[in-house]
């Protein structure tokens, strides 16, 4: 009878053991992104339990998180020393109420898209720089907000209209700029606002009617104006560190809105409302009498125009208010472009010159051994007064791109959702649109601080050189949009993703790159580049080569993104990532085309080794990629050693020399030694 029982007690032992196992299982979409959360901050050892591939953090109790169910509701990580950034995959932790990564060595932005559902978030005494993260806007729930104490700078964007349970904000000690949104008056549940210590201007007053406001710090900015009253009585203020008016405070306007602290509402005192009917009606009175003089004098004018279409001519008050409304001297029309004169290359570091009048331009990018085009046809102008500028597809000068609207692209990009976020980077987040058609997309947002004062401008004369671009190994550009101060660019959408994909995720998936398919890879890159360099005239740049931008087809061709962006890169003071630097390369300015051959040296030795350009988990001999391999380059015995292992030695020796003396020819330390792309790519025609 013993015998007989024995199996069935075991089998039930295991029964619940698989059982329990399986009921603690982690959501696959929150174990996505702590495994990338956990990458991008460099892997460190200090997190127990956590994993860069699959793992179960709910069932094995990963340090610092906190789990419902099998979703993940709270991630507690302050003061770990934590490293790296925070990767672009937090959103999809769609339970997650409570994020605490504060006091550790966090860098870079903080990612564009973070959870929606988030109660308290504390990003605080980091060494995180950009601005802040438009999707605060839609955290609903949100009571307590602090990335006190990083690097974040920029203007805040108007986005606090639907926070009313914040209660919490503290921004203090950074580099903020710019005044205070309109839409903190909308925060009806705050009770403390720290900005102390940025660089804030303008008047406070989007603070003086909150209801509940009791701590209020905005010492050491650049505030104007007066303190209102309103906040003279709260608990705590402080104020110092301004440039506060002197002078006696004006009287507030008939009907000014007041708060009954005692009643936590807002009211108009009987005087004001006394006083605003009275004016209102000699007001009235008064328009009503210049009305008739003027109707009786238009009688004896012999005039064919109304007063409406002259105001319409000539910029009167009966126009609909435009979405952007520009200062006199951004009022641009492009009309023959023949006459734009100062415009630079995509490359050019200088501002743009304007006429005081209309202004014209030509085009910045023409090519060697063929006429110059325009890039905008005489009949297409730019609009700057609408926000969005008129439509370029109809025209032959930019090679068919399309005017897509915000509308469509938001429908087919699932409104932008985390789920169809692709990257992000520098200069904005890429999502994937899909069409019910099959046709799909990449929509790359530019950061519109980016684009500064000349926004519309700015971004037509990008759209425009970039549609002039084309080349079999370029990412192409289809279309554009810009509205509602918003602006895209729409590339072809390619199913194999980037190289970097392919070269350094650990999954089998990733490594079926052949020898022959990476000599491929480097041909058509380079050729690429050398458009770029050699075929553009005046040469363009590119600034940020690296294997990330390096898409692959179905095919595997490659396909080089983010060309004609070089400006941005300047203007961002953001050099390439860790690696791709050339020693040349201080600060963005010192950008060469010799620059580009050194980053593109990089990628060729991506793809020899299989190996990141800079890898922190390797020994410290080893984690500059460039200082590691050079002085391994020419030996071959130590070549072989240095190759893919996923290449399992399927090459050929002299195949894999060859390449190797290219590269090192092309990551010398100085400019002047390093090839011209054109050289690089006959001696890989010659590998293919």
């Known amino acids: 009878m013993a015998p007989t029982l024995h199996p069935i007690i075991l089998c039930i032992a295991c029964l619940g053991f698989f059982t329990s196992h399986v009921l603690a299982k982690t959501d696959s979409q929150d174990v996505s992104a702590l495994n990338d959360a956990y990458k991008s901050m460099n892997s460190p050892s200090k997190l127990n339990g956590w994993s860069s591939s699959g793992g179960d953090p709910c069932g094995d109790s990963w340090d610092g998180i906190t789990c419902k169910g099998s979703s993940v509701t709270e991630i507690k990580v302050s003061g770990r020393g934590l490293s790296g950034s925070l990767g672009y995959q937090l959103a999809n932790l769609k339970s997650l109420t409570y994020l605490d990564v504060s006091k550790n060595n966090l860098n870079g932005n903080l990612p564009y898209q973070l959870p929606e559902n988030l109660v308290y978030l504390d990003a605080s005494e980091n060494d995180f720089n950009g601005n802040v993260p438009y999707s605060v806007s839609l955290m609903n729930d949100l009571t307590y907000l602090n990335f006190g104490r990083n690097n974040l700078n920029g203007e805040l964007s108007d986005m606090f209209q639907k926070l009313p349970k914040l209660e919490t904000i503290d921004l203090s000690s950074n580099q903020l700029t710019g005044k205070l949104p309109q839409s903190f008056a909308n925060l009806t549940g705050l009770k403390t606002i720290h900005l102390q210590d940025n660089q804030f201007k303008g008047s406070i007053n989007s603070l003086r009617d909150l209801p509940q406001i009791d701590d209020v710090n905005v010492a050491n900015n650049q505030f104007t104006g007066w303190i209102p009253n309103e906040l003279k009585n709260i608990g705590n203020l402080e104020t110092g560190g301004n440039r506060w008016s002197s002078s006696r ?25 006394t006083t605003g009917l009275i004016v209102a009606a000699s007001t009235i009175g008064g328009l009503i009498f210049t009305a008739g003089v003027i109707a009786l004098f238009a009688r004896r004018k012999n005039s064919h125009h109304s007063s409406h279409f002259f105001d319409e001519e000539k910029g009167g008050t009966n126009r609909s208010k435009p979405l952007f409304t520009p200062q006199p001297s951004q009022v641009l029309q492009y009309d023959s472009m023949d006459d734009f004169k100062g415009q630079k290359t995509v490359d050019s570091n200088a501002s743009t010159e304007t006429k005081p009048s209309s202004v014209r331009r030509t085009s910045s990018v023409s090519f060697k051994n063929s006429p110059t085009f325009h890039l905008i046809p005489s009949s297409t102008p730019v609009a700057a007064t609408s926000g969005r500028f008129s439509s370029l597809e109809d025209s032959p000068d930019t090679r068919g791109v399309k005017a897509f609207t915000l509308l469509e692209l938001q429908n087919s990009a699932s409104g932008f959702s985390p789920n169809r976020l692709i990257g992000e980077g520098t200069l904005g987040r890429v999502y994937k649109a899909k069409y019910e058609d099959g046709r799909k997309y990449a929509v790359k947002e530019i950061d519109s601080s980016l684009l500064g004062k000349r926004n519309v401008e700015d971004f037509s004369h990008i759209v425009s050189n970039i549609s002039s671009i084309h080349h079999p190994n370029m990412a192409e550009l289809v279309g554009y949009c810009s509205e509602q101060g918003r602006n895209m660019l729409v590339y072809e959408y390619f199913t194999s993703g980037s190289l970097n994909r392919f070269l350094h ?154 390449f190797a003396d290219i590269v090192s020819i092309c990551v010398m330390s100085e400019p002047g030694l390093r090839p011209p792309v054109s050289n690089v790519v006959e001696a890989l025609k010659r590998l293919v």
């Open 505 to 658: 995720q650990t999954d089998d998936f990733s490594r079926p790159l052949t020898w022959n398919t990476r000599i491929r890879i480097a041909l058509g890159t380079a050729q690429a580049i050398e458009y770029l360099h050699e075929v553009c005239s005046p040469p363009l740049v590119h600034k940020n080569i690296k294997s990330s931008n390096i898409l692959l087809d179905s095919e595997l061709n490659p396909h080089l993104s983010d060309y004609g962006l070089a400006n941005f890169h300047h203007r961002t003071s953001q050099n390439l990532g860790v690696g791709y630097n050339a020693p040349e390369c201080t600060d963005p300015s010192a950008y060469t085309l010799k620059s580009d051959v050194y980053s593109f040296g990089v990628v060729m030795l991506e793809l020899l080794t299989g190996r990141r350009p800079y890898d922190s988990e390797r020994p410290k001999a080893e984690q500059s990629l460039v200082r590691w391999a050079k002085p391994q380059l020419k030996e071959m015995g130590t070549l072989e050693e240095m190759v893919d292992p996923s290449l399992c030695g399927l090459y050929v020796p002299e195949s894999v020399s060859a």
């Open 249 to 273: 405070p004006p009287s507030p306007p008939p009907g000014t809105r007041r708060v009954d602290r005692n009643s936590g509402g807002v009211g108009l005192s009987n005087k004001a409302l």
